[in-house]
Each structure stands twice: as structure tokens, then as C-alpha cells.
């Protein structure tokens, strides 16, 4: 079976994800991602007719079953000291992180 | 009995009769807790012990004291004379992905071992405000990735309260599991391709899958967005229907809740099921895996015990008066798996990004140079092995190049799922069906460690509950019957969109045609110690 997931892409993947991996993780994850790819691929041989659109949900919404679309109005939280007690690093009501790396556009 | 073993609606009516106390409810469910349960699943468990083998391992955080603040505020509004509600005094255990406001909220991951949720999510604050009182918050599958509760960072993980070398199924397995054990009579869990109906049919309780919508999302831990339903896991169907009648009804926090009216749940629970059609479809008699040597589909039949306990589930029925239609087809189930390893995993991709250890949730210690190394260390090791592989795979799935080769495709294929249901449930059609009725699972609950760490064959666990989400039609599953070892077997009915109160009625009616068999008798071993 030929890894479709190979090295290369795996490793372009989990730049993109943000995950820093072990090298146990790395072999264990891409061997799972192609064995579910193989399962994957049983989808390109169901015949799919011009009129078949994606559902982005099962239930169909309509009039009958959506709600009105409410005012554009903020409500405020009743206790937001709860919300900025979960943040990691805080300093004087501003959330802290890192060095944010700087790239120049070209 | 135990008060603990009583049904929720019978706790209900003795606490609202003055027969019995909220508080003595709760402290006869905290004993039980503490007999069969053992201890709680933690990051760093060290070794797995005999005796936790022995134990069901159903609760991450007993809140007992704020249980017990419920529980006193339910009896204090009895003696004054107030009515708390249909759920008065019933103890709750609350899968731990839905938020509950100053309890710790995990989702089973090491990345929300320390969140704390400011507010509480509106199918728990719904079942509060009716009375129900929240015992505490049970384990899960990280994120709900999983259909066995072994991928939890918090170990042990459950176990089957009927064989404790077996897994509850997952991923709302630790409720299903305290409420087959009597921990808890009621538990809210959520079901994205299975996760309540599955673990109720391998616990030997009932679970429904609400029709997407009919329940609010608003303070769930978000998986599959477009899939995710919160539902009741419950001991009969009367509590299931009591449990829904609180939770269900359109919600302003959450948009797709849906505006339509909820039905009297329990008004049509005995009705019966007299000139019903009620369908069978060759379709769940057969299970497909994937050969991961040759890369081909294999079918198999079902095992025989849950075809028979269907096929008699059927004749129960059709002596009640349903009219029961062999060979409905229903020829794209066997796509629900392929479609859903897709759509899930680009939907969860796209909800796990927001853990980086920036707003809340785990941050990591070690020294970094920069922001992106600390995502990269904060997601790395807060994340578990199911978490990182649904990350990759709905990156890869959905990337600019792949996109229409998998995930438009698999977004078809929902809609090719959907036509399955629309044609059967059709008034004016050729089946003009009430529901049909399946077997739950392909197998009875698997041995611990029997299917971990594959995660293609573990997704297959679902395949005969994933098609009803993916059409976002109800499904309930019901206990049918034991197999040769003693493990329950779940039959399932699927109803058309928002017919919760049919398929309900459909299962109490099948209650009531076994009620006198010796299986119903049976108690699950953990509580027999």
C-alpha cells in the first residue's frame, strides 16, 4: 500500500497544525491517517449525479424551523472577571503571549 | 431497592409527594458512587490496580457540594409549598463537555485540565431550573473522539458496569455508565456519530439522539458542529422522554436550534403502536469493515444474537399491531463511515484551532522563544493521540487541493444519506414509514484494549448509528435483550425529522411487550457486588 501521506506532506500538516510531535506520535499518527484514507476512498466510486448538492446539514432549515434573525445588540456578561481569571499570562487586563514572529511581506 | 435504583420519574413524584427528600436521593446516589465507582480518572494515575479493574470508573469530579446546595434548595422549596419541577430532586451526571458554570469543564483532555467554565450550558441550566440536581461531571473520549472512553487523558477510564474487563462503549461512556450502575438515574451526553446511542446499547440503558437542532448546543465543548446532538441517556424510556421534555426547545444562544414547538413527550409514550409501519432494512443486517492489508470493504453478516433480537423486536411489535415492512433500502449506509471520516474530522480541525494556550485552557511551562513555538508545545502536549490525528486528517481533507476530491464529496454523499430517510419517511411514498427499526451496534461491548489504538476500526463502532446523523433525523436506542455472555444488546429506532415523541413511543411499547421477560430482571454485575 503506498503511503499517500508521505513524509514530506505529513510534515508540511503538522507545521500547519501547530503540534509539536514526538517522533512515536509522528510514525504512529501518518500510519493512521493513510489507513484511513484507504477507508476514505471508498467514497470516489458512489456515482454522483449532476443534481446531487452538499448538505451542509442533514435537517433542511426553512421558515418553518429557523429562528428570526434577533437585533444586532451586544449583551454584556455578567461576570467577565470569570472569563479573564482563565487566561494563562495577564498583565494590567491584557492577555500576554510570546514574541509574536514579525514577516516582511513582499 | 435502593432509592438510587429508582427511575427518575418516580424520584420526581416521591419528592414531590413529600415521600422522600432530594438530599436523601443524592446521598443514597453518593453511595452508590462511592461502592462501585472507585477512583476518579486523573492525569497521572499511576498504575492500573486489580481493584480498579473491578471498578466503573464512571466520574472525573463528583460535586458533591454543590449538589448537595441543590439538593437542599429542592426540599426547601417543597416545605414552602413551590413546585421545583418535573426533574425535582433527580441527580444528573453531566458528561463533561458541556459547561457547568465553577465546575471544572475537561472534554477529557489534558489542554482544559484547568478551565473552569464561567457559565453554564442551556440543556444543564434547563435541567436545573426543572429540578434536576447536578451530581457531578463523568468521563468521556477526549473530545469525544472515540467510541470506547479509552482515549480519555483521564484514566482509569470506565468500564462497563455489566462486565468490567469490557470497555462502556463511548464517547459518552462514563454516563452511560453510571446511570446503567445506579450512580446516577439521568446523564446527559452528546452524539456526533453514535456516542449516546452506542454506549446506552453497550450499558444496557437508553439513549436518544435528538434530531439535530431539537437541543441546544450553547455551552457544549464543540466536535462535529454541523452533527453535534445533546441528548438523554436514561434507565427506560419514561425518563428519557422526561429528561427531553426539559432540555429540548429552541434556544437564542444557539441559531440552529430549531423554532419549532416540542411535543407533549410523555402525553404519547402509551399510545401504543396500532396500525404503525415499522421498517427492516437488509441494509443494518450487514456490517462492512475496512481491510486495511488489501484496502477492500468487507461484508459480513450481523452476528446472529443481534439480528435475532431485532427479528423478535419486530414480532413484539407487529403483536402490538404494527405493521412491520421487510427490505427497506437504504443502500448509502454503507457510505456513513467514509463520509463521516471526513466531515467530522474537517469540523473538528476547524474547533480544535482555538486551544493555543492563549486564552485559557493549558499553556506550556517549558521556556520559548516564540508565539508559535508555544502553540506548537502548548497543542503538542495538551493534546492526546485522537485530538493530533483529527487535526491532521481535516487539514489534509479539506485543503485547497483535496477539498473537492473528499470533503465536497463527503458532503454529497450526506446529502445522498439524507434522500435514504426522505424516501422511507416520505407520507406519500412507496414505505409511508413511522421509523425504522435496526440493531444499534454491529457487536456487543468489546474487551478493553481489543480495539484501541486502531483508529479505523473503532470509527466502525459507528456504522450503523453514523447514518442518522448524518441525515440529523432521531434515533433511540433501547435495551433488547442479553447475548450468550450476559452483554446487552441495543435496538434501535430512527424517525423522521423532530418525531422524537413517535420513536419514544415506539420503545415504550416494546418495554411494555417484554416487560415480563427474564433479561429485564438482570442487573448489571457491578451492582450486584
Redesign the interface.
Known amino acids: 500500500?503506498s503511503d499517500e501521506?508521505n513524509l514530506e506532506?505529513?510534515q508540511h500538516?503538522?507545521e500547519?497544525?501547530?503540534?509539536?510531535?514526538t517522533a512515536e506520535?509522528a510514525e504512529?499518527?501518518r500510519a493512521?491517517?493513510n489507513?484511513?484514507l484507504?477507508?476514505?476512498?471508498?467514497?470516489?466510486a458512489?456515482p454522483?449525479e449532476g443534481d446531487?448538492?452538499?448538505?451542509?446539514?442533514?435537517?433542511h432549515?426553512d421558515a418553518?424551523?429557523?429562528?428570526?434573525l434577533?437585533q444586532d445588540e451586544w449583551l454584556p456578561?455578567e461576570?467577565t472577571a470569570?472569563?479573564m481569571?482563565?487566561?494563562?499570562?495577564v498583565d494590567g487586563g491584557y492577555?500576554v503571549?510570546?514574541?509574536?514572529?514579525h514577516t516582511t511581506l513582499e | 431497592m435502593e432509592l438510587c435504583d429508582l427511575s427518575a420519574y418516580e424520584m420526581s413524584r416521591m419528592v414531590r409527594q413529600r415521600e422522600v427528600s432530594a438530599t436523601e436521593i443524592l446521598h443514597s446516589c453518593l453511595e452508590r458512587i462511592a461502592r462501585v465507582d472507585g477512583r476518579p480518572g486523573s492525569l497521572t494515575p499511576g498504575e492500573i490496580t486489580e481493584e480498579d479493574r473491578q471498578r466503573v470508573h464512571a466520574f472525573l469530579n463528583v460535586t458533591g457540594e454543590r449538589a448537595l446546595q441543590q439538593a437542599q434548595a429542592i426540599d426547601q422549596k417543597i416545605a414552602t409549598g413551590e413546585d421545583p419541577g418535573p426533574l425535582a430532586g433527580v441527580p444528573v451526571a453531566v458528561k463533561d463537555l458541556f459547561c457547568v458554570k465553577d465546575t471544572l469543564t475537561t472534554a477529557a483532555s489534558r489542554i482544559l485540565s484547568?478551565?473552569?467554565a464561567?457559565?453554564t450550558a442551556t440543556p444543564v441550566a434547563r435541567m436545573e431550573a426543572a429540578g434536576a440536581v447536578t451530581i457531578g461531571k463523568v468521563n468521556l473520549d477526549e473530545f469525544a473522539y472515540g467510541s470506547s472512553n479509552e482515549s480519555s487523558a483521564y484514566q482509569p477510564a470506565p468500564r462497563n458496569p455489566w462486565d468490567t474487563s469490557r470497555v462502556p462503549g463511548g464517547s459518552s461512556g462514563g454516563g452511560a455508565a453510571a446511570v446503567a450502575a445506579g450512580e446516577a438515574p439521568l446523564s446527559i451526553g452528546t452524539d456526533t456519530s453514535g456516542s449516546i446511542r452506542q454506549p446506552a446499547a453497550f450499558c444496557g440503558v437508553v439513549g436518544l439522539k435528538p434530531?439535530?437542532?431539537r437541543v441546544s448546543r450553547y455551552g457544549l465543548i464543540a466536535f462535529a458542529s454541523?452533527?453535534d446532538s445533546p441528548g438523554p441517556i436514561a434507565r427506560d424510556v419514561t425518563d428519557t422522554a422526561l429528561m427531553l421534555q426539559t432540555i429540548a426547545g429552541?434556544d437564542?444562544a444557539d441559531?440552529?436550534?430549531?423554532?419549532?414547538p416540542v411535543d407533549d413527550y410523555l402525553a404519547a409514550l402509551e399510545q401504543g403502536v396500532k396500525g404503525m409501519r415499522i421498517g427492516l432494512s437488509p441494509d443494518y443486517f450487514r456490517i462492512t469493515f475496512?481491510d486495511?492489508e488489501t484496502?477492500e470493504?468487507d461484508q459480513q453478516p450481523l452476528p446472529a444474537e443481534i439480528e435475532i433480537a431485532v427479528r423478535r423486536a419486530a414480532e413484539v411489535l407487529r403483536g402490538m399491531g404494527a405493521e412491520i415492512i421487510e427490505d427497506i433500502p437504504m443502500p448509502?449506509t454503507?457510505?456513513g463511515?467514509?463520509?463521516y471520516?471526513?466531515v467530522s474530522r474537517v469540523e473538528a480541525?476547524s474547533n480544535l484551532h482555538r486551544y493555543?494556550?492563549?486564552?485559557?485552557?493549558?499553556?506550556t511551562s517549558e521556556p520559548?522563544?516564540?508565539?508559535?513555538?508555544?502553540?506548537?508545545?502548548s497543542?503538542?502536549?495538551g493534546?492526546g493521540?485522537q485530538p493530533?490525528?483529527r487535526?491532521?486528517?481535516g487539514?489534509?481533507?479539506s485543503a485547497a487541493q483535496y477539498s473537492e476530491?473528499?470533503y465536497?464529496?463527503?458532503?454529497?454523499?450526506?446529502?445522498?444519506?439524507?434522500r435514504d430517510f426522505d424516501a422511507v419517511f416520505d407520507r406519500t411514498g412507496q414505505y409511508r414509514l413511522d421509523a425504522l427499526l435496526t440493531p444499534t451496534t454491529p457487536t456487543t461491548a468489546f474487551p478493553m484494549g481489543a480495539v484501541y489504538g486502531?483508529?479505523?476500526l473503532m470509527?466502525y463502532a459507528d456504522q450503523l448509528t453514523v447514518a442518522a446523523?448524518?441525515?440529523?433525523?432521531p434515533a433511540v436506542s433501547v435495551p433488547g435483550g442479553l447475548d450468550e455472555q450476559s452483554l446487552p444488546i441495543g435496538i434501535q429506532f430512527i424517525g423522521s425529522?423532530?418525531s422524537e415523541a413517535k420513536i419514544l413511543r415506539i420503545g415504550r411499547s416494546y418495554e411494555l411487550g417484554t416487560q415480563d421477560e427474564p433479561w429485564r430482571g438482570i442487573k448489571p454485575s457491578a451492582v450486584r457486588v
Open positions: 500500500m501521506i506532506v505529513f500538516l503538522v500547519l497544525a501547530a503540534l509539536e510531535l506520535e504512529y499518527l493512521q491517517l489507513q484511513q484507504q477507508a476514505i476512498h471508498q467514497l470516489s458512489i454522483l446531487v448538492a452538499p448538505a451542509a446539514h442533514g435537517v432549515y418553518a424551523n429557523s429562528q428570526a434577533r456578561f461576570d470569570a472569563i481569571g482563565q487566561v494563562p499570562e492577555v503571549v510570546p514574541d509574536i514572529p | 484547568n478551565f473552569r464561567p457559565y434530531t439535530y437542532g454541523s452533527i429552541v437564542p441559531a440552529t436550534s430549531a423554532a419549532v475496512f486495511p484496502g470493504a448509502n454503507v457510505y463511515i467514509p463520509a471520516f471526513v480541525a493555543d494556550g492563549v486564552k485559557y485552557g493549558v499553556r520559548v522563544h516564540d508565539l508559535r513555538q508555544m502553540y506548537r508545545k497543542r503538542g502536549q493534546f493521540r493530533k490525528l487535526i491532521l486528517m487539514m489534509y481533507v476530491q473528499y465536497n464529496r463527503a458532503l454529497k454523499v450526506r446529502t445522498l444519506i439524507r486502531n483508529s479505523v470509527q446523523n448524518h441525515a440529523g433525523v425529522d423532530y
